[in-house]
């Protein structure tokens, strides 16, 4: 089982509809969830993190956290055309400081918002 | 402008040689990360540092070294041993400022093919 799984997609939706992405993570000790934006050809840029159980949004985009079902997702409202990208979820673990800012990265989602 | 730099942006290399991709930051972070990422991938952690002088392996840190002697650099040598080099190298900084799983930043990164 992958640490952090994501749906590969490509995931298809007409502009501005609701894009919902999803990320499982299988370690319970995980502290904090970053979602980063990448385009092609480009270097990952982060969007949001969340730290809490609930919702936290930032303007066009919610990240949603569910401890319990060790889920995060990434809705993105009214989406464009230039969300069009790989959006990758991204895992930190806290094991005694070892662990201590490291990243788990899933393979990421490919967005496609068409017109 | 603060920031984290990579070079070069393209790299050719011949089996057998190594070769040196450089990292510098300017954001007074006390962490560096190197990542390699494969098409269709997430990023792989490589190696990570957190303070000067001292760095640890990642999930896939053979055929490769680096360095951190100074709080800005940290430079990736990818040697002979390493034997399937071809992919996109990333860099990445974040602030250790106390709390856990603080967010990383991107540089462009460096696209490594072997010829």
């Known amino acids: 089982q992958k640490e952090v799984e994501q749906n590969s997609g490509p995931l298809s939706v007409p502009e501005g509809a609701i894009a919902s992405l999803n990320c499982t993570y299988s370690d319970r000790g995980s502290q904090s969830f970053f979602w980063y934006r990448q385009y092609s050809g480009k270097s990952p840029e982060l969007i949001m993190f969340i730290y809490s159980n609930g919702d936290k949004e930032d303007g066009r985009f919610t990240a949603q956290l569910n401890k319990a079902s060790q889920y995060v997702s990434l809705l993105i409202r009214d989406s464009q055309p230039s969300d069009s990208a790989t959006y990758l979820c991204a895992v930190s673990l806290n094991a005694g400081g070892t662990s201590y800012g490291k990243l788990t990265f899933g393979q990421g989602t490919i967005l496609t918002v068409h017109p | 402008d603060g920031g984290i730099t990579q070079s070069p942006k393209y790299l050719f290399r011949k089996e057998g040689q190594n070769v040196t991709l450089s990292c510098e930051q300017n954001l007074n972070h006390d962490a560096m990360y190197w990542y390699r990422q494969d098409p269709g991938q997430g990023l792989r952690l490589i190696y990570y540092?957190?303070?000067?002088?001292?760095?640890q392996k990642g999930d896939i840190a053979e055929g490769y070294s680096v360095s951190r002697e100074k709080k800005e650099s940290f430079p990736l040598t990818v040697t002979s041993a390493q034997k399937n080099p071809t992919a996109f190298y990333l860099c990445?900084?974040?602030?250790?400022?106390?709390?856990?799983?603080?967010?990383?930043?991107f540089g462009p990164g460096t696209r490594l093919t072997v010829l």
């Open positions: 990445a900084s974040s602030d250790s400022g106390g709390a856990i799983g603080n967010e990383q930043f």
């Open positions: 540092s957190q303070i000067v002088n001292d760095f």
